[in-house]
């Protein structure tokens, strides 16, 4: 008999012992062993599923599938990620435009305080650059899209 229908038993017969209750007779005492035997096996039956669906979560590979799923549901984190790449992406290229190959020492410390100034104003401020990106891939570049497609 498993869990479910050891529940639908119990509760279709209305057995339940109280640890208040004498027990007179024999009979009565073999009943309620039984009964309490049988408890006994679900709740060992319930134990038994609970630790295998904890063997189940802990598992390594669970575990990483679980936050993996978790890590690509989460839009503030995936927004976060990209407004860092943007930023660092900037500030590398204003970088290299500010030094462009240069060896004057003041001119690469100059590149490198630009860098940090454009990485964070970029990495802070993701939102109306996506925006401006839109409005411009929308309003010109896609335009030229449409037009080369007529020709």
């Not at 709740?43 to 799923?69: D, R, T, W």
């Not at 003041?106 to 802070?124: A, C, D, E, H, P």
Request: glycine residues 6%; proline residues 2%; charged residues 20%.
């Amino acid at each position: 008999m498993d869990n479910e229908e050891g529940r639908r038993f119990f509760h279709q017969t209305g057995i339940k012992i109280n640890s208040m209750e004498k027990v007179t007779s024999i009979s009565e005492l073999q009943s309620a062993i039984q009964i309490l035997e049988f408890e006994q096996t679900i709740k060992g039956l319930e134990f038994k599923e609970q630790l295998f669906l904890i063997h189940e979560s802990l598992k390594p590979v669970n575990l990483i599938k679980n936050a993996l799923s978790e890590v690509a549901s989460s839009p503030y984190l995936i927004d976060n990620i990209l407004g860092a790449t943007m930023g660092l992406a900037s500030g590398y290229l204003s970088r290299k435009l500010v030094v462009s190959g240069s060896h004057n020492i003041f001119r690469k410390l100059l590149g490198s305080v630009i860098q940090f100034g454009v990485t964070n104003m970029v990495s802070q401020h993701t939102d109306p650059i996506k925006s401006v990106g839109k409005f411009i891939y929308q309003h010109f570049l896609h335009k030229e899209e449409v037009n080369s497609e007529k020709l």
